[in-house]
C-alpha cells in the first residue's frame, strides 16, 4: 500500500471513486489524513483532481507516516522547497493533533449556526437544512461557539413539524447562555461525539391515567395534558361545559406550585392553557368551541414524543367533530426546556386545516378572545399584576394589539411572587393580534378578532406562541428582553 500527499492542497479535489489509489491506501489532503475504503476517497469538494500529477506516491513507511513523510518530503521534492516543508508538516503534525489515530475517518461537514445576541437565554429547536451536515441528523452532538469559550452546550435533537403539522425534520434543541460584552451575531459549531446517558434529571414522561400524560423534569412536576375527556362532577349534568378535551392543566410554576385552573366557578369552560373559539361558522351554521356548543374537541393520535436532558417535546392530533363528522384536524406540538435561572420557556405550535370545507373563526364582540388562553390559578384580584409592552396596566384590556402579556401574582404553595407570560410569535399573522387581559385571572390572544376569517381546505393556519414561566415580579424591560430572546431564537441561521 501506498501513502498519497496532495501536491497543491489548493487545487487537488477528490470525492468519490479515485482508480489511482487502492484500498487501505492512506492519503492527505486539505489537512485531513482518510483512508480509501471500498473502492473510493470520500473527503474532499466535489470535482476531479485523482489524476498522478496531482499527487506524490509515497511507498508504504516501515515506520509511522509522521516520519516517513518528513524524510521522503526532504528526500524527494517536486515542488519548490517551502511547499514540500508545508505538506510534510501537515502529515507530520496532524497525526499528533487527532491522537495518532492516522486512519481516522473522514473529515465530516461542521455546520454552523447564527444567532443574535441577547441578555437572556435563548431556548431554539433549529430544523438542519438538508446537506448540512454528513453526519446522521440525529447525531450526538454539542455547541462550541466560534471565537468565545470553549465549554460545550448541551444539545437534542427533537421532532421538528412539516407546514400541516405532522412530524417533519428533525431540529436541535439548546439552550444558550448569554454571553456579556457580546453585540452582534454570534457563532456556534455543531462539536460531534459527544454521548450522554440518561440521567434522573432528565425530563419524562408518564401516563397519570388513561385521560392524562403528565411532565416532569427529574422529579419535579412540569405540566399535565389532558388528551382524554375529564368531567367535573360539580358542574351541572344539563350544563355542556361539564366535560372537556384536549388542554393543559395543572401547569406548574418554578417551585412546584400550581399556577392554572381548571373548571373555575366563574368559568366552567376555562381549562389551564387552552385553545378555543366561540363562534365557528360551518356550511351556513355557527357553533360554538368555546362553550362545547354542538362542536367538541377529540383526540385522534400521538404525533411524537421525545424526553431528554435539554427539552421534551409532545405531539398530539385532534379533531374538531360536529357530531360523529370530523370537520378540522388540529395538530399540536409542546416543547418545554429547562429551566435557565428564574424562568422556563414552553412553547406551542399549532396547526388546524379544515378537512373538506371552508370554516370561519371569529373572536367574541367586543373583547375579541378566541384562540389561545390561559386561566390562572386563584388568587388575590387585587394583588395581581398585569404587565404589557408599555408598561403594568391596572384596567382590563378588551380587543387590545399586544405582542406579549404576563400575569404576576402569588399563588398558593408559592414562596414568593411568580408569574407566566404569553409571547406571539413575531411571524404570527396580522401581528401584533388582538387580547383580552382580565385581572380576575385569564388571559386571551384574540385572533383572527372579531371580524374573523375564512379558512380552506388546503390552507394550514399555523400559529405559535410561548408561555414564559418566571419567579418574582419581573419588570416590563426584562419582559421585553424575554420576548425579543424568543424572537431571536426563531430566527436562527444556519452556516
Not at 427529574?218 to 382524554?228: I, W
Request: glycine share 10%.
Amino acid at each position: 500500500m501506498e501513502r498519497h500527499v496532495a501536491r497543491d492542497p489548493a487545487l487537488v479535489t477528490v470525492q468519490g471513486d479515485c482508480p489511482n489509489f487502492r484500498d487501505g491506501d492512506d492519503v492527505a489532503f486539505e489537512n485531513t489524513l482518510c483512508r480509501r475504503e471500498n473502492g473510493t476517497v470520500p473527503l474532499g469538494r466535489k470535482g476531479t483532481g485523482c489524476a498522478d500529477e496531482n499527487w506524490e506516491r509515497l511507498p508504504a513507511p516501515e515506520g509511522d507516516f509522521m516520519k516517513s513523510s518528513l524524510i521522503l518530503a526532504f528526500l524527494r521534492p517536486s515542488r519548490p522547497p517551502h511547499l514540500t516543508v508545508f505538506v510534510a508538516l501537515v502529515g507530520a503534525v496532524l497525526p499528533v493533533c487527532r491522537g495518532g489515530a492516522a486512519d481516522e475517518g473522514p473529515r465530516q461537514l461542521q455546520p454552523t449556526i447564527v444567532v443574535r445576541s441577547s441578555p437572556q437565554t435563548l431556548h431554539i429547536a433549529a430544523v438542519v437544512p438538508k446537506g448540512k451536515m454528513s453526519e446522521p441528523v440525529d447525531a450526538a452532538c454539542g455547541l462550541v461557539e466560534i471565537g468565545g469559550s470553549k465549554a460545550e452546550i448541551p444539545t437534542q435533537w427533537v421532532p421538528g413539524t412539516s407546514r400541516a403539522g405532522a412530524e417533519g425534520q428533525p431540529a436541535l434543541a439548546a439552550s444558550i447562555p448569554p454571553r456579556s460584552g457580546v453585540v452582534g451575531p454570534r457563532r456556534f459549531r455543531l462539536a460531534f461525539g459527544r454521548i450522554a446517558g440518561e440521567s434522573p434529571s432528565d425530563f419524562r414522561f408518564k401516563e397519570i391515567s388513561e385521560n392524562s400524560l403528565g411532565l416532569w423534569d427529574g422529579d419535579k412536576p412540569v405540566l399535565v395534558y389532558n388528551h382524554g375527556v375529564i368531567t367535573n362532577e360539580g358542574v351541572p349534568n344539563d350544563d355542556k361545559r361539564r366535560s372537556r378535551a384536549c388542554y393543559i392543566h395543572p401547569v406548574y410554576g418554578l417551585d412546584g406550585e400550581v399556577i392554572t385552573d381548571d373548571f373555575p366557578k366563574d368559568h366552567y369552560h376555562h381549562h389551564g392553557v387552552f385553545w378555543c373559539w366561540p363562534h365557528v361558522g360551518i356550511d351556513g351554521k355557527e357553533y360554538d368551541l368555546w362553550v362545547y356548543n354542538n362542536i367538541g374537541q377529540r383526540f385522534v393520535r400521538w404525533l411524537g414524543r421525545k424526553a431528554g436532558p435539554v427539552a421534551a417535546a409532545l405531539g398530539v392530533e385532534n379533531g374538531w367533530f360536529v357530531g360523529e363528522r370530523k370537520v378540522m384536524i388540529e395538530r399540536v406540538w409542546l416543547r418545554v426546556y429547562k429551566p435557565s435561572g428564574k424562568e422556563r420557556s414552553m412553547d406551542l405550535e399549532f396547526t388546524w386545516s379544515p378537512v373538506d370545507r371552508p370554516i370561519t373563526l371569529r373572536g367574541a364582540e367586543g373583547k375579541s378572545y378566541g384562540g389561545l388562553c390561559l386561566r390562572y390559578a386563584p388568587r388575590p384580584e387585587k394583588e395581581t399584576l398585569i404587565t404589557v409592552p408599555v408598561g403594568k396596566t391596572t384596567e382590563d384590556l378588551p380587543d387590545t394589539p399586544l405582542s406579549w402579556a404576563d400575569l404576576t401574582a402569588k399563588f398558593p404553595g408559592a414562596p414568593a411572587l411568580g408569574g407566566a407570560a404569553i409571547f406571539v410569535d413575531p411571524l404570527h399573522p396580522d401581528f401584533p393580534p388582538p387580547w383580552l387581559t382580565r385581572h380576575y385571572g385569564i388571559l386571551c390572544v384574540g385572533w383572527p378578532g372579531v371580524k374573523g376569517r375564512t379558512f380552506r381546505p388546503g390552507e394550514p393556519i399555523r400559529l405559535n406562541y410561548r408561555v414564559w414561566i418566571h419567579e418574582d415580579s419581573v419588570e416590563p424591560a426584562v419582559l421585553q428582553e424575554a420576548f425579543d430572546a424568543y424572537a431571536a431564537g426563531r430566527k436562527v441561521m444556519w452556516e
